[in-house]
Structure formats: structure tokens, C-alpha cells
């Protein structure tokens, strides 16, 4: 059957089918038939059968006429029946419409039952870069489906200047449901949250909804006003919600306070509040807080979060008994605290260690360098010119099965980094390492060589074989081996030339 018997035979069913039969038809004109049929999708576009309307709305998308399909597409995205308000939003969209009529449609669907259409909605405003119905568009900040929220929150950000948007996110602040009030109090703008202050420090005190109280607190955290920040350790003392309590102790742990202690000090042994309560006691510092940090690293019943709280907190104050609290720590069973007593001891290394921790700290970590292949760059950078963890080093780089560790090993060998009477001997290590098949290996061992020259400032035994591998490695797969051969061939160079 030719192309224009087919038309033929879509028109007389569109006149004389059955249901089903027309909406086929009406699908079927839109991808075979010419401008000229538009007039005929348009008038299937008002059939009192819901299946041939939307047949009607994919033809007209799929004829490509947009002329047509404005006559007749925001109407049929207001009609009974969803899935022709669906196919409608979607012809729309397809056809690149923006004329006022579907705008409005659009706007219309933010409100939607059905959350396919809510979503068409949305992408197709901000297509076009208008927000349609603001306070429908608002309040889908609240919708309980993320994607749509997300999606509306993207949005609103977009639009947050446009003054139509920004008073109905004052509104929704004020009077909104939990859900979407929440949002909007925290992308309501600097101007506004001024003016709100009085409702905002009521609500803050008040309002049932935690999730709100929340949201209230982050806003006015960002006001640069004492009563408002008076308010917000008032509200903290007398606090009982322990998520208002990890809100309130995040927002003002950082301050240094000393209006943090008692708060903090009630809330350390909560399981959920007690990390953050320990972060805000080390940001207080002083005699009280190191009392009660070196409390919960001490008892065993400090729940596994609080613990590494207080651990990476305690390393930061650098007390005097930092060190003998936080190595065991790194047996606990809890990787959290494995880590933060890890990052604790990080923060003391770049003051340096006392002479007698440097042992200590050496040994507990040189044979820990593998535990935890996402830590071994702060692992590597504790033992940084720990001269103490050079013996063991020497062991693990053979040793090892893994090349992240072989190349920090090697890289914490090099007299760069750290020396002792070993240093001189280690160039029979850096060499072997050369031939790594591991890149990061090569780069360290070459690395370790330049180091070696520029330190000693004497030329290696076997130098023209070594010459003869570096060259080698001017050729490596990955440029950063490359760069490194480079360096140490023109070291052997210097020393030579010197």
C-alpha cells in the first residue's frame, strides 16, 4: 500500500472506526500525513473518546505543525482523562510551543495528580525560562516524590530574584507546610530573613516541627546580629531534641564559645548529638573541654561516632597525652574511629611530635601503612620525617602487596623527606623499584633517586646502567614516570658536571 493509499485509509477510519481504530488512526496520519491534514488532528482533538484525543495529540506531535497544535494543545492539557494530558504536555514540548495559553497549561499541571504530568510541567517551564504558577511551583519544594522537590527546588534557585518568587517564598517561610516551609527558609534571602527576624526567633523557640526549627536556626546562623545569636545559644541550653541539638551544636560548635560547654558536655553521651557535642567541646578548648574529651576516649561505653569525634578533636587541641590516647584507638574495631584517631594524629604531625612520641607513633603506624588503602596518604604524611620509621619502611617496601603502600614507602625513604644512617644504603632500593609495574612505583623509586644524588652529592655505583634504565623511562606510558626519569637523569648530570 503507497503512502497516500495509507492517508486514504486513516482519514475513512477517522470518520467511520471504532475507538480504537481512530486513535490509530490519528497516530498513524501524524507520521504519514502533510501539513494539509493538521485541520483534520484538530478536529479528532475534540472526539469524545479520551483514547482518540490523545491519538490526536501524538499525531499533531509527530506532523510537526506548531500552528496546529496551539489551537488545541492547552485545552486537551486541561482534559479529564491524565493520559491525554500527559501525551498533550509532551506534543507541547515536542512542538517547542511558548505562546501564553500553554504557559498557563503548564502552570496549571504543577498542580497536578498526576506526578508524570508535574514533572513535564516543570521541565517544560524552565525550558523556557519562565516559573509558570509560583506558588504551585513553591510548593512543590514539598512534594513527597525527590525527584519532583528536587526538580522544584532547582527551579525556584533559578528564579529566586525574580520578585514574584521571592514573596512567595517569604509567604511559604511564614505560613508553608513543614515540608516545603522548610526549603523555603533555607533559600530565603538575606532582606527578607532581616524583616522575618521576630517571626523567624518565635518559630525558633515554638514551632512542633523539628525539621522547621532546623531550618530556622541554619537562617539565622547567617545573621550577623548578637540578640540572634544569643537566641541561638538560649534555644541550645534549654534544647531537649537531639536533632535540633546536632543543628544548633554544628552551627555554633565552630565558634569557640565557652556557652557551649554545658550544652555540649549534656549531649556527649548522646548517641546521636555526642559527635557533634565533642566537635563543639574541642572548638571550646580549655581546661573543662579536654577533661570531658579525654572522658569519653576513656570510657568504654562512648558510643563508636562520638569516639572518633572526640579522637580527631583531641589531636587538633594537641594536648600533652594526645598521642597515648589516640594510639590504641587505632585498634578499635569501628573504622570511623580507626580514622579519626589517624586524622588526630595527622594535626599533631605538622607541629611536630615530642622526641619521646616519634618512636611510638613510628612504630604504630609504619605497620598500619596498609590497613586502609583510602588512608595511606594520611598515613604517609604522619610519618613524614619521622626518622624513627625509616628501619621498618626498608622491610614493608618488599614486603607489600600493594603499590599504593610500596610507592609511599619509597616516597618516605627519600632523603627529601627523611634521612638517618640508613639513607646512604638505599639506593639499591629506589633502583629496583624502577622496573615497578605499577606507574606510581616507577615515579616514587625515580623520584627517590634525584633525591638521593641531590642529598649525598656523589654519583651511584653502576651509574651508566642506571643511566641506561632512566632513559628507558623517558618513553613510560604515563607522562608523570616520564617527567620524573627526566629529573633524575639531569641530577646524575649535575653531579657529574659538579
Not at 497536578?112 to 504551585?136: F, Q, T
Not at 526538580?151 to 514574584?164: E, G, T
Request: glycine share 8%.
Amino acid at each position: 500500500m503507497t503512502t497516500e493509499h495509507q492517508v486514504a485509509f486513516f482519514l475513512r477510519e477517522l470518520e467511520t472506526g471504532d475507538t480504537w481504530r481512530r486513535a490509530a488512526a490519528a497516530k498513524g496520519l501524524g507520521k504519514l500525513g502533510g501539513t494539509e491534514h493538521a485541520a483534520v488532528l484538530v478536529r479528532a482533538a475534540a472526539d469524545p473518546a479520551p483514547e482518540v484525543r490523545e491519538g490526536a495529540a501524538a499525531g499533531l506531535g509527530r506532523l510537526g505543525v506548531p500552528e496546529a497544535g496551539a489551537k488545541v494543545l492547552p485545552a486537551l492539557m486541561d482534559d479529564d482523562d491524565p493520559w491525554v494530558r500527559r501525551r498533550a504536555s509532551l506534543t507541547s514540548i515536542r512542538l517547542g510551543l511558548s505562546d501564553r495559553e500553554v504557559v498557563d497549561a503548564y502552570g496549571r499541571l504543577l498542580g497536578d495528580p498526576d506526578h508524570h504530568l508535574r514533572i513535564n510541567a516543570l521541565e517544560a517551564l524552565r525550558e523556557l525560562g519562565v516559573p509558570g504558577d509560583v506558588p504551585a511551583l513553591v510548593r512543590l519544594m514539598g512534594d513527597p516524590a525527590h525527584r519532583l522537590s528536587g526538580l522544584a527546588w532547582a527551579m525556584v534557585w533559578d528564579f529566586r530574584k525574580d520578585p514574584d518568587v521571592e514573596a512567595e517564598l517569604v509567604r511559604t517561610a511564614q505560613w508553608g507546610g513543614d515540608a516545603v516551609r522548610t526549603r523555603a527558609l533555607l533559600m530565603l534571602p538575606d532582606q527578607p530573613t532581616e524583616r522575618l527576624l521576630p517571626s523567624l526567633l518565635s518559630v525558633l523557640a515554638e514551632d512542633p516541627s523539628t525539621e522547621v526549627r532546623c531550618a530556622v536556626a541554619f537562617r539565622l546562623a547567617w545573621v550577623k546580629r548578637p540578640e540572634v545569636r544569643d537566641a541561638l545559644f538560649a534555644t541550645l541550653e534549654a534544647e531537649r531534641d537531639p536533632e535540633m541539638a546536632i543543628q544548633l551544636l554544628s552551627l555554633l560548635g565552630r565558634s569557640g564559645d565557652e556557652r557551649l560547654l554545658d550544652p555540649a558536655s549534656r549531649w556527649l553521651s548522646d548517641e546521636r548529638a555526642g559527635p557533634s557535642a565533642a566537635i563543639a567541646l574541642g572548638s571550646v578548648g580549655g581546661r573543662t573541654a579536654t577533661k570531658l574529651l579525654r572522658a569519653a576516649l576513656t570510657t568504654q561505653a562512648t558510643h563508636a561516632p562520638t569516639l572518633a569525634a572526640a579522637a580527631k578533636a583531641y589531636g587538633k587541641m594537641g594536648r600533652w597525652d594526645a598521642v597515648w590516647l589516640l594510639l590504641p584507638l587505632l585498634d578499635h574495631a569501628a573504622p570511623e574511629v580507626y580514622e579519626s584517631a589517624l586524622r588526630g594524629l595527622d594535626a599533631m604531625a605538622d607541629p611536630g611530635f615530642r622526641p619521646w612520641e616519634r618512636a611510638a607513633v613510628a612504630r604504630a603506624l609504619v605497620t598500619r601503612l596498609d590497613v586502609a588503602p583510602t588512608l595511606v596518604g594520611v598515613t604517609e604524611r604522619v610519618l613524614t620525617g619521622l626518622a624513627e620509621a625509616l628501619p621498618g619502611l626498608r622491610k614493608l617496601v618488599d614486603r607489600t602487596a600493594s603499590p599504593i603502600v610500596r610507592a609511599a614507602a619509597l616516597s618516605l625513604l627519600d632523603p627529601h623527606n627523611a634521612a638517618d644512617a640508613g639513607t646512604p644504603h638505599d639506593l639499591p632500593l629506589f633502583v629496583r623499584h624502577l622496573d615497578d609495574v605499577h606507574p606510581w612505583v616507577r615515579q616514587a623509586a625515580a623520584e627517590g633517586i634525584t633525591h638521593w644524588v641531590d642529598e649525598t652529592g656523589t654519583l651511584p655505583p653502576g651509574e651508566e646502567r642506571l643511566r641506561d634504565r632512566l632513559t628507558a623511562l623517558e618513553s613510560d606510558p604515563d607522562d608523570f614516570v616520564r617527567e620524573a626519569a627526566a629529573e633524575a637523569l639531569r641530577a646524575l648530570d649535575d653531579c657529574r658536571n659538579n
